[in-house]
């Protein structure tokens, strides 16, 4: 059974940071790529940053790039997040599959989500 599991989520100030992490297990591809994504609402899931297997390949949308960090550790997933502002606020999934994308059509695999609100 796969399972991922986001944990970190919270509430912080604008200009705050928040870590979020992401372990995987199950997943039955000996190499996978993973990615973090957002949704606010009934608004569409948007990609945020995604990583390869080796960790060595990083992507991130415009609208973190510079402000928040994707790492990996095998199975584990971090994401940094500095400089928050109230445009950040939504759930956090994590995701994994043989070969990511930026699309959540490419994923197969999903955590539950966790929350994070950035607001005064």
């Known amino acids: 059974q796969v399972q991922l599991v986001e944990s970190g989520g919270g509430s912080v100030r604008p200009g705050g940071s928040l870590t979020l992490s992401c372990t995987a297990s199950g997943v039955p591809h000996r190499t996978y790529a993973m990615a973090w994504f957002r949704q606010v609402s009934s608004k569409r899931r948007e990609w945020v940053a995604s990583v390869s297997w080796s960790g060595n390949s990083k992507d991130y949308a415009n609208s973190v790039k510079g402000r928040f960090t994707i790492s990996r550790d095998g199975a584990k997933i971090t994401l940094q997040m500095n400089d928050l502002t109230p445009e950040d606020t939504a759930v956090y999934y994590c995701?994994?599959?043989?070969?990511?994308?930026?699309?959540?059509?490419?994923?197969?695999?999903w955590g539950r989500g966790t929350q994070v609100t950035v607001a005064l």
């Open positions: 995701a994994a599959d043989i070969k990511g994308g930026l699309r959540p059509d490419q994923y197969d695999y």
